[in-house]
């Protein structure tokens, strides 16, 4: 029986996404996938369980999670990999997308040996992340992997214009832009009273400033709330015990999408900040920078092209041109102790979450797929 929202899956196109990460948890492809789901595709997404996986929340579309040995590590990816190839192998499907490099070969090789068209969803530059680039050896094994199956993609898309151009310069692919926007809840409305907390939230990787985040609080009065989990976790927690800011800086650890809108609403500024170590972050456009924008939060920014490109349209963040701890308190505490401007770009957003929403952008996902499968 079709799930809700779906024609039955005999008459229409079948598509399967592919993600190394926890279900409940990617809201970028929860979003890509409903909506194709509600345009009427049959959808399933593939992912992995943990040991600590929630019990799968319901949606439009088809879930799947594989259950491995190993969680982490190049022999997590292996395992993945290979289980991934044989569970695709006996899907009958019109196409296979593979989100970023962790799953890009099964969906390469299965494509191949079924003769179906395969996608490449690419989130970010893979190999120019900073936990890669650092590692020459990880670097090489990635690096090698794009070089050999990028190139066999054709089709695809990725969330900025500078990571499609990148593309484009290293492999000759001409990837569409298809931004990684939040859901319109309707125009938001400016709050009679300022959020108490700033807010980072997302991955808790390394490039994304916790180094000098962290320290900066010290001469900030509110507290800093980081919603996610990731590489660095324990290197933060850390970094908060060496300052001694135990009751300034809280974690929340992983929150599911629900949830996280109520703590985005509820606070003053948000943080998009990452290291200008690598390729990927420079070129970066993080879905949290948009997230602010519908909950009509001003927020703390890098000067990267991206961002900057959009501030200078509709001024919604302060930006910064370095990250030291110093420049990170300052511009908080000019942006809560400057009402005018706080005001300001709590305006701009609700101007600029009419435009920047995923509303609009699924028009141009579902162009994309009518295009390839129709």
């Not at 970066?284 to 924008?293: E, G, K, M, T």
């Not at 703390?300 to 030291?324: G, K």
Request: a positive charge; proline letters at 5%; charged letters at 20%.
């Amino acid at each position: 029986m079709p799930l809700p929202g779906r024609a039955s899956q005999n008459t229409v196109k079948k598509i399967v996404f592919t993600v190394t990460n926890d279900l409940n948890y990617d809201q970028r492809m929860a979003r890509i996938c409903t909506s194709l789901a509600l345009n009427g595709y049959w959808v399933t997404l593939v992912g992995r369980l943990r040991k600590d996986s929630l019990e799968l929340t319901n949606k439009s579309y088809n879930q799947k999670r594989i259950k491995c040995w190993f969680s982490k590590g190049k022999v997590f990816y292996i395992e993945f990999n290979i289980r991934l190839f044989f569970y695709l192998l006996f899907q009958k499907q019109d196409a296979f997308c593979a989100i970023d490099l962790d799953t890009i070969l099964p969906v390469l090789w299965v494509s191949r040996l079924l003769s179906i068209p395969r996608i490449y969803d690419a989130h970010e530059l893979f190999c120019e992340m900073k936990e890669i680039v650092e590692r020459p050896l990880v670097y090489r094994c990635w690096k090698w992997i794009e070089r050999a199956a990028v190139p066999h993609f054709p089709l695809g898309y990725t969330v900025c214009g500078p990571i499609s151009m990148e593309f484009n310069r290293m492999y000759g692919v001409q990837y569409r832009v298809i931004r990684n926007l939040p859901l319109s809840a309707g125009q938001p409305t400016i709050p009679p009273a300022r959020g108490s907390y700033i807010l980072y939230q997302g991955a808790v990787n390394e490039g994304r400033s916790f180094e000098t985040l962290i320290p900066a609080m010290r001469d900030v009065e509110l507290p800093l709330v980081i919603c996610g989990d990731g590489n660095y976790m324990e290197k933060a927690r850390s970094l908060v015990k060496q300052y001694g800011l135990g009751e300034k800086v809280i974690f929340t650890g992983m929150v599911l999408p629900a949830d996280l809108v109520k703590y985005t609403r509820g606070a003053a500024i948000g943080i998009t900040l990452f290291e200008n170590a690598s390729q990927s972050n420079y070129l970066s456009l993080a879905n949290r920078f948009f997230d602010y924008i519908q909950a009509a939060v001003p927020q703390l920014c890098v000067n990267y092209p991206a961002y900057r490109e959009i501030n200078q349209e509709y001024e919604v963040a302060v930006l910064v041109d370095d990250l030291q701890p110093q420049t990170i308190s300052q511009a908080l505490n000019n942006l809560l102790g400057d009402d005018v401007l706080y005001r300001k770009l709590q305006s701009n957003c609700v101007k600029a979450a009419a435009v920047y929403n995923w509303q609009e952008e699924e028009k141009k996902l579902i162009g994309f797929y009518k295009q390839i499968l129709n």
